[in-house]
């Protein structure tokens, strides 16, 4: 886990969407995004690039898995649009990915602050928009 001082998404409470599960979720993706900036600070961003890429790969598909279960039973009306969503940002990983497999220069920076940026916007975008809906259907 990354420390305090080498932080470069630190979680805060203004990230909740008040669904226990979901913010334990998306505090380890944030914890994902930090330990890229961690390995960059200490010199090893290029090294794990493809550990950290895998894991997100994973962690995202579980993670979308569970969000879209709470919106479809319950109707959730931007449905349709909260997947797309997902679906790009897994489209856009599964690219990065890709990259790094050819040996792509300079992927490291542009992937931690892909993430950073679509993870923070997303969470309290699109997400937080789900809240409301969610939590007034019992789910938290």
Not at 56 to 61: F, N, S, V
Not at 97 to 121: A, P
């Amino acid at each position: 886990m990354a420390t305090a001082t080498t932080l470069l998404f630190p979680w805060n409470e203004t990230y909740s969407v008040k669904i226990g599960i979901i913010d334990v979720q998306h505090q380890t993706l944030v914890n994902i995004v930090n330990e890229l900036h961690q390995a960059m600070v200490a010199g090893h961003g290029k090294d794990q690039l493809g550990k950290i890429l895998s894991k997100l790969i994973e962690y995202t598909q579980m993670h979308f898995k569970t969000e879209e279960h709470f919106m479809e039973a319950h109707h959730y009306p931007e449905y349709i649009n909260h997947k797309s969503e997902h679906q790009y940002l897994t489209s856009t990983v599964l690219d990065f990915q890709g990259r790094f497999q050819r040996n792509e220069v300079g992927l490291t920076i542009e992937v931690m602050d892909f993430l950073k940026s679509w993870l923070g916007k997303h969470i309290l975008g699109s997400d937080k928009r789900y809240t409301p809906f969610l939590n007034a259907h019992g789910v938290r």
